[in-house]
Every structure is written in C-alpha cells, then in structure tokens.
C-alpha cells in the first residue's frame, strides 16, 4: 500500500536528517553559530570509510571506528585551526557562519579532487529485495538506520542529562557568561561538542554512504535538510532537532505523493523559510530573547 | 588608529603585487605558450569528463583521439582536439563554448548531450560554427538548414522501434514510464509517449526525477503502484544505475527498457550491481567483433590495440565520435577552416559514407538515419536479444 | 581593440563587478549581511530574458529586470525588518533557496532545469548588438555609470546616515533617523543593480537554468566583496578583477578541464578564510565585517 511505503521511506528519510540535525544542534547550542561545515563533515567521513574499506581492504567493522574516530578528529581540526581564532579575534557569529561557508567549499572541492566526481560505492551488502510488511518493502539496512538513529538518540538524551560531559554542555549552551564565571572551561566544552557532534556526524557518513552511496556534493544537501530539522523543532533543543527532522522527512515523502517530485526539496526550502521568519525557536526551542 | 592603518600598507601592497605577478606571468605563458600559427585545426570538444555521463564523455574523447590520430598521419595538416568538461551542464557548456570560441579560431565543436546541444544551437548559428552532435537524441534538435549536425539518431525515430518492441515482442500494454527532467529524458519520453499513444492507448504513469536524485523510492513506490509490465527508463547512467538498484530493494519485478543513453562502463554497472540483469538497451550499434566487415574490423583492431578492452554495445559512442571525425575532416580538407558555410554544404552533401557506426548520410536537419537492435544485459555482458 | 579573450573575460568581470558594488552596499555600507543577494541576479536575469523573448525590446527589459528584482528587494526587507547579524543571514539564505526552487519548479514559465536556450542579444529597433565587443562597450558603460553613481551617493549625506546606522542603529533610530527606511532603500537599489546585472548576464550567456543563481554563485559574490573590503567600493570592482583572473590563470597553466573546476572554488575558498582570518578587512575595507 503505498500510502504505508510513504510512511517508512519518511521514517528513514527522517532518521538520516536527524542523525545529521542531532550533531549540528549539539555544535550550534554549545557554540551559538551555524557550522554549516558540519555537512562536509559526513562527506570527509565517507570518503575516509571508502578509502579505509575499499582502498586499503580493511575490515568493515575497523574501518567504521577508524572512520568515527577520524570524524571526531575533524571537528577538533576545524574548531581548532578555524573557529576558535577567529573567535579569539572577537568575530562574530555572522563571521563564523560565512568562515563555515568557506570551509563547506574547500572541503567538498577537496573531495573532489582528490577522489573525483563519479559515485563511489561500497559494496559491503548485497542489493537485494527487502522485507515486505503490510505491502510496504523496506530493507535491512533501512531498518538498521531507523535503529541506529534511535539508539543514538536515547543515547545523547542521558547523556545530556545524566553525565557530568553532557549537563556541562548544556549548562554552556544556556549562558555561556554565567558558565565561565562558574568555572567551567568553556574553550574544552567547546572542544568536545565539536568532537562529539562530528562523530555522530561519522556515524551518520557510514550509513548513509551504505544507503545512498558517496559523492563530493553529498554533504550539502544534507546539512540543508539537517539545518531544515532542526530549525522546525527548535535549532537549539536537541528533541527538537530529532523531531523537526521527522516531521520533514515525512512532510516530504507525503508532499511528493501529491505533488511534482521535484518539489521534494522546494518543501525543505519553504518550511526552512517560513520556520526562520516566523517561528525561528523552532516549534519545541525555548525562547531567548531577542536574537543577536 | 593611524599606526594601524599604516601597518596595513605594506601588507596590502604586497598583496596587490602578488597578484599582479601572477597575473602577468599568467598572460605571458599563455602568449608564449601559444602554438605556431599555420597548420593547426583547432577543434572543440565539450564532453562530460567529469559526473553523470562521464564514461560516455571519455569514450567519444577516445573514438576522436582515435580518428585525430589516424587523420593527421595522412595529411599535412594538424587537426588539434581542445577538450573541455561541460560535466553535462548545459549552463557550463555554454561559458565554455563563450571561453573557447574567444580563445581559438574554430571552425566545429563537437557537443554531446541534448540540454548542452540545444543551448548552443542559437549560438554556434550565430558565430557560424558547425556543430557536430556525437550523443544529442532531442527532437527538438532537429532544424533545417543551419549549422548544427549530429551522428546520433532522434529519439522520435528511436521510439517508434522501442514501441514496437513493447508492443510486439514484450507483447504488453501495461506500460509506465520514469524519465530525468532534463532535455534529453523529457524529450525521450515525450516521443515515447506519443508514439505509444497514437499505436495503442494511454500510459498508465508517468513519473520523474531531478538530474542528481539519489533517491527514487517516492517515484519507483509511485510506478509499483500502478503494476506495468513495462517501464521505459530515460536517463543517465548515474541516476540509472541508482535507481535499478533501488527498484530491485524495493520488490520491482517488472521489465525495463532504455536507450543508450543509460549505459555507462563502471560508472553503471559499479551502481547497479546485478540489478541490471535483464535490462533491455535499445541501440543502434553494429555488431563490434574482428571478424565482422571492414571498417569495422580495422576500428575494432586500432582500438582494441590501444585501449586493451573488448568493444560491446557501450562503445557506440566511440564509434559515432569516430565517424563524425573523418567525415569532418573530408570536408575541412575541401573547404578549410574558415569557411564553414562551405563545410557545412560538404555536410548536407555526404551520402552512404561508409563508418563504423553505420551509413551516414545527413539530412536537411543535419540528422541521420539508422536502424536500431535490441541488446540485453546478463552478467554485466550485452547480448542480441532474440 | 581586445582580443575576443580579453573582451569575454571584461564582460564578466563587469557583471561580476556589479554584483559585488550592490552587495557592498547592502553589506558594507548598510551592515546587512544578505546572503540572498543572488536571488535578484536570478530575478533579473529571468525577467529580462523571458520579456524579450516575449517581443519587449531589450532597453525596456532590462529596466524592468532591475525593477522587478527591486520590488523583491523590498519586501524581504519587510521580512527581516526586525532581524539581525546571523541570523539575518540565515533568512536571507533561505530566501534564495526559495527563489531558487521557484525557478526549478515554476515550469510553465521557466522551463524548470531544461533553462531558458536562446535568449536574444540586445537590439533596439532595427539596431542589433551582435558582437561582443559592443557587449563590452554596455556592459561597461553600466558599470562606470553604476560606480559613480554608488561613489556620490556613499559621499553624500546619505551615504553618511547609512554608515551610521550599519555602526549603531539603535543610536541612529535614537537620534530620530528612519532606520527601516534608509535600510529598505538600500536594499532596493541594491538589488536593482543585481537585476540588471542578472539581465546581462542572461543576454550575454544566451542560455540560463535554476543552477546558475545557487550556492556558490552566492560564495563567489561574497568572497568579492569580503576580499574587496566592506565599505569600499574600489575594493569590490578590483576583487572581480582578481577572482575572474585568477581561475584563467590556472587554465593556462595547463590543468586539465576536469581540475580547473574544483581548483578555482577550492581558491576561492581559501582566499575567503585566509582572508577572514589574517586581514579581516579585506584590501580595502573600512570596516570590519559583523
């Protein structure tokens, strides 16, 4: 039935967007600016797993940690040598944003270079007919997606509210100020959420490269899917960004079913719009006064 | 504040020199770069080197090196190939022809592509340059008269013999169709349509996808949906590829029928895996085999020799580019290089030359005519479907 | 005079040219950071190749580019009225993703992805600029009338207000200046000049499609104008220089097509870091970017 298949291609469509949304929100909260490289971190990471699995032959399951570890290590590598700097000379957000731009650009054109623009597969699993449930077919990887970006969730949920790292993170996303003068190392906290937001970033790179397969362009449409997520659901609340993501994976497997499917991305693009003029909290984020 | 802005002086003149070194070494290498004026033919090629469609950009790049080669050894003049990634974007397509044509003096660009072919049209009729079209199917490319040429059938004459097959061989009128939304998938799929049409009735569904999709699921569950026996597929091979692999997660049994237009070498077969057992090519190649009839023996030799690769279907594309060479160059050795009002009555007037792609003869519309096989995929081989 | 090379290179320089002067003024001298400035190079651009096409003679249409393209202007000003910094930049991003998907989806009236092929050159009567090198001549005679045009009015009283309310608008609206309004009138001349850039770039180029006002022309406009300097608009004519320059550079050094194209943004890219990074102010800027 086709209206049930709409559904899940939603759910997997949603799980990728919030796997993306949930490490860029982490980022933004910690760090209030937009780190649209966070797109091009998938890619890198992908390109990494292609390199490690189909180059160098090593096992899948070693390549995927290597592969998350060296996610982690970018973002370190861009908070580091870009972001902090340019902080340090008291650039603002607006400056960081176009930075992160600029970065997204270099990045992407890198990957270009160095791997070229055709579509790089993996071929780790067989392409094979998927299970049938109530008339909808869905995959196994599909599943394995949907899963994952569950688990993870749960996961960030403790961990931002049960361990020291996470309730640190969220004490500086609140008020930075008030963080510092408390004692907190906010440069440190800054450090992690950028690794911990690029490794899910990484995870994010295995299963999509798994799913839609590699190349150099990848990132950015993801990031603008991602970013659409979690401005729906509120940039700055992590729920919210899984949420918003859901809800814009659905909203566009349903809209297609009406409309032309080339309006598949004019729907991210017009609730991104219409969310940022008129709701920009998001429909879960907390409202902070006036955006400056 | 003052000492500021007088630190910054120095640095920016430094910057401004910088580049305005770079700038003038840039302008004297080229100057000194440039070739002896005198024999040389300069001619262009705007091909997908890099992404969808890149080994089809890459096998024409060998079927005119191929041609150039064999040319030039003959004569005493130098046909020179100028190549350029148009990555089949007919936007980028067009700053090319803009940056070529103001670089060198050319008498023909050679263009593959429907979107790429179409946009240059008004201008090579303008700047009264030929163009020769290796792999452009529009209709709508068609004009009478003008400078623009193609060794590559319509896709309006392709449709009625992919009809044919669907009504006669596959023997069915449950018929779907899933095209790219670019010049060539529209186009294709229109004539498709029209001709099934006028032969039986109407198509169950028509659906399509953006240049660049990676995910069809919406379209494909869209055509499951409407249960055909046949789906005509007009694409490129990355989408292609993508979307077979897909069709086969997704449980789609049904037949699929395309032109060449989808095949690409690795490219393809890389992203389809074995979800492209079964596919249908419709093509107008000629059997590429050492003991078929010269010239094609002697074309398969040459190439086989150099590129070390067997020659299948896929390679229609070198073979057309070949053709369009040497018949170029017949007329370029009549008429030189700067009339190509001349070069293109040379054109208008060629009749049954013999290639390896077939008897070319052009039309008034700078078409050919050809007749079309039907090929299909099992194990990543093209076999005769009969 | 030129060379067809040097010419077609001048042609585009001379759009780009434009492109970076509105965006300066916009940016530089209102400290407005709109990242849909290319939205209206694609307004005109259509707007002026659909109307000739259409039968309105090439004068008319271009007018009608840059007006159009104006009216736009002005009501994502109405948008953002209250809206600030990065944020800012945010919705005026998403407002050409929007303009950008209207383009690709609009099919009736754009062609969608199949573009808009033959659009014709400019004539006026029976009088028909068929050359390039008479393209050059109006394109640069556009571009000299826009830059002296944009220099008295950045020297008048103006220009001075609007400085003062890209430093502090809040003191400005203190002090009674109408803020909305200077900035409204800003952004629609400055997207006035985009429009009628967009116009000769479309009946340069001949052909158009949706992709040519997307990200990274939208990259290539801001590099400009950060490379340039906010508030200079010398800065934002020589940057065009350089930017168009420089890709050539690396085509005659011998790289393969393939790599020209990837090489030439990953520049561009590092000239806008190392740009943000070690001389914030660009060449000539005279402010800092916030």
């Known amino acids: 039935m086709i209206a049930f298949q709409l559904l899940i291609n939603g759910l997997i469509a949603g799980s990728i967007y919030a796997l993306i949304a949930s490490g860029f929100s982490l980022i933004y909260a910690t760090n209030r600016f937009v780190h649209f490289a966070h797109g091009t971190t998938v890619t890198v990471s992908a390109y990494l797993l292609f390199a490690l699995f189909s180059r160098l032959s090593l096992p899948f399951f070693i390549a995927s940690i290597l592969t998350i570890v060296g996610s982690g290590f970018l973002g370190w590598l861009m908070y580091v040598a870009l972001y902090r700097p340019l902080k340090q000379r008291g650039s603002s957000n607006a400056i960081l944003l176009v930075a992160s731009i600029g970065l997204m650009i270099l990045l992407e054109n890198l990957m270009l270079l160095i791997f070229g623009a055709d579509v790089k597969t993996l071929n780790y699993l067989t392409v094979s007919k998927g299970l049938e449930i109530s008339g909808a077919v869905i995959t196994p990887l599909q599943i394995t997606i949907i899963a994952v970006a569950f688990v993870l969730l749960l996961v960030l949920w403790l961990l931002t509210r049960k361990t020291k790292l996470g309730i640190t993170m969220r004490a500086v996303a609140d008020n930075e100020e008030l963080a510092r003068i408390s004692g907190i190392n906010t440069d440190k906290v800054a450090i992690q959420s950028f690794i911990l937001g690029s490794a899910i970033a990484g995870l994010a790179a295995i299963l999509v490269a798994l799913e839609q397969n590699i190349e150099p362009v990848m990132g950015t449409s993801l990031i603008v899917k991602g970013f659409t997520g979690a401005v729906i659901g509120g940039v700055t609340s992590l729920p919210g960004a899984v949420m918003g993501s859901y809800i814009l994976g659905l909203a566009e497997n349903y809209g297609i079913w009406f409309l032309p499917s080339g309006y598949k991305d004019a729907i991210a693009f017009v609730l991104l719009f219409v969310f940022l003029l008129w709701r920009p909290t998001g429909l879960l984020g907390l409202s902070k006064g006036t955006r400056d | ?386 | 005079m030129f060379t067809p090379y040097a010419t077609h290179i001048l042609i585009l320089i001379g759009i780009y040219a434009l492109l970076g002067l509105s965006l300066n003024l916009v940016l530089g001298f209102t400290g407005l950071l709109n990242l849909g400035h290319i939205a209206f190079f694609g307004i005109g651009a259509y707007t002026s190749a659909l109307l000739t096409l259409a039968g309105v003679p090439f004068p008319l249409a271009l007018l009608a580019a840059g007006l159009l393209a104006s009216v736009f202007g002005f009501f994502l000003m109405l948008a953002v009225r209250k809206i600030k910094g990065d944020y800012l930049a945010l919705v005026t991003l998403g407002f050409s993703f929007v303009v950008y998907s209207i383009f690709l989806n609009w099919t009736g009236l754009t062609r969608g992805p199949l573009g808009i092929p033959g659009i014709p050159k400019p004539s006026l009567g029976m009088f028909t600029l068929a050359s390039n090198q008479g393209y050059l001549v109006l394109v640069l005679i556009i571009v000299v009338l826009t830059s002296l045009f944009l220099w008295r009015l950045t020297r008048s009283r103006f220009g001075r207000v609007l400085e003062a309310v890209r430093d502090d608008d809040l003191a400005a609206s203190v002090l009674g200046k109408p803020v909305f309004r200077l900035q409204a009138q800003s952004m629609m001349l400055s997207s006035f000049i985009a429009g009628i850039a967009g116009s000769l770039f479309a009946h340069y180029l001949t052909y158009i499609d949706p992709t040519s006002f997307f990200l990274s022309e939208i990259i290539l406009v801001l590099t400009i104008v950060i490379i340039g300097g906010l508030g200079s608009l010398r800065g934002s004519v020589i940057a065009a220089v350089i930017i168009l320059v420089i890709p050539e550079v690396l085509r005659f050094v011998g790289l393969p097509s393939a790599i020209v194209g990837p090489m030439r943004q990953i520049l561009y890219a590092v000239l806008l870091i190392g740009v943000l990074l070690l001389k914030p102010r660009g060449l000539f800027g005279r402010v800092d970017l916030t």
Not at chain 2, 32 to 59: F, K, M, N, Y
Not at chain 2, 115 to 126: I, M
Not at chain 2, 235 to 262: C, D, H, M, N
Not at chain 2, 307 to 325: G, N
Request: charged share 25%; hydrophobic share 40%.
């Open chain 2, 1 to 386: 504040m003052g000492n500021l802005s007088d630190m910054n002086k120095p640095i920016k003149t430094y910057v401004l020199g910088a580049l305005g070194l770079v700038v003038i070494v840039g302008f004297v290498w080229w100057s000194i770069s440039q070739p002896e004026r005198g024999e040389s033919i300069r001619i262009g090629a705007i091909l997908p080197l890099t992404g969808s469609g890149s080994d089809q950009g890459e096998w024409v790049k060998r079927g005119l090196e191929l041609a150039v080669k064999e040319i030039n050894v003959g004569r005493g003049h130098n046909i020179e190939l100028v190549f350029e990634d148009s990555a089949g974007d007919p936007k980028k397509a067009v700053t090319t022809y803009q940056n070529l044509k103001s670089r060198y003096q050319m008498p023909v660009v050679i263009t593959w592509g429907s979107g790429v072919g179409l946009a240059l049209t008004p201008l090579v009729n303008q700047d009264k340059i030929i163009q020769m079209g290796v792999a452009t199917a529009a209709s709508a490319y068609s004009t009478p008269d003008d400078f623009t040429f193609r060794n590559f059938p319509d896709s309006a004459h392709e449709a009625q013999y992919i009809v044919d097959v669907v009504l006669n061989k596959l023997k069915t009128d449950r018929v779907a169709i899933l095209k790219m939304n670019n010049d060539y998938g529209v186009s294709s799929a229109k004539g498709f349509r029209e001709q099934y049409e006028k032969q039986r009735g109407k198509v169950l569904t028509e659906e399509v996808f953006e240049p660049g999709t990676t995910d069809f699921r919406t379209q494909l569950s869209k055509i499951k949906g409407a249960s055909p026996s046949v789906v005509y597929l007009a694409t490129y091979p990355k989408e292609g590829g993508l979307l077979l692999r897909q069709a086969k997660e997704l449980g789609i049994t049904t037949q699929f029928i395309a032109s060449v237009a989808i095949l690409g070498g690795r490219e393809f077969f890389d992203l389809a895996g074995d979800s492209a057992e079964g596919l249908l090519i419709v093509t107008s190649a000629p059997v590429f085999s050492d003991d078929a009839a010269e010239p094609i023996r002697s074309f398969v030799k040459s190439y086989e020799e150099k590129y070390h690769e067997d020659l299948s279907a896929q390679h229609l594309y070198v073979a057309r580019a070949y053709d369009a060479m040497k018949v170029l160059s017949f007329a370029l050795d009549q008429c030189g290089t700067k009339d190509t009002d001349c070069i293109r009555r040379e054109l208008f007037d060629v009749k049954n030359y013999p290639g390896v792609s077939g008897r070319i003869s052009f039309d008034r519309n700078g078409d050919i005519d050809t007749t079309f096989n039907l090929q299909v995929v099992r194990n990543g081989l093209f076999l005769s479907y009969d």
